[in-house]
């Protein structure tokens, strides 16, 4: 917990695989993201051990305990074909909205070609919407540093102008080169 980002309390750990199998890794949780909604707490991950990965969303009164699956889903249709949900970002909107920042890798992978898509959610998270382009395509030139795949993103909102803007941060990884 920090009040400024430079001073931290001690880390206190809210969700344990092996206290909560069905809800966190070791069992295939990835890419946790808060979110506090009035005066819930809102966390959504990525389940990367279900066929097809599926995003879990937990809900709790209190950051550091009483946290309960309240639904998930694999995207169904929404979901681009031959893709799975690796990493997502959920980022609430000034309008009230929440924004998904979604990874997705290639069906069956461990992160293969990872590509940045936005979703967005009119219910707080139950059901998500899914932009049909990719927003962020991992570079054509694989020694690039974003040539294998984009990662998780993240970002927040800001005005300019008078505008609200949404400002992207993303990191990337270039494809290994092996020397014989």
């Not at 020694?143 to 993303?170: H, K």
Request: hydrophobic share 35%; glycine share 8%; net charge neutral.
């Amino acid at each position: 917990n920090s009040r400024d980002g430079v001073r931290w309390s001690a880390p206190v750990v809210i969700l344990s695989g092996r206290a909560q199998r069905d809800l966190c890794y070791p069992d295939g949780g990835l890419s946790p993201s808060f979110v506090r909604i009035n005066s819930v707490f809102h966390l959504w991950y990525v389940n990367a051990k279900s066929a097809p990965n599926r995003i879990y969303h937990l809900q709790s009164r209190s950051v550091t305990s009483g946290w309960l699956v309240t639904d998930s889903t694999d995207l169904g249709a929404e979901r681009p074909p031959r893709a799975d949900i690796w990493h997502l970002n959920v980022v609430p909107s000034p309008d009230g909205t929440l924004l998904g920042l979604f990874t997705f890798t290639d069906s069956a992978t461990t992160g293969k070609n990872c590509r940045l898509t936005l979703a967005v959610s009119n219910d707080t998270g139950k059901s998500w919407t899914v932009n049909d382009a990719w927003l962020l395509d991992h570079a054509d030139d694989r020694s690039a540093w974003d040539g294998n795949q984009i990662y998780r993103s993240g970002g927040y909102w800001d005005t300019e102008n008078g505008d609200w803007v949404f400002r992207l941060f993303y990191s990337g990884m270039r494809q290994a080169t092996v020397h014989v």
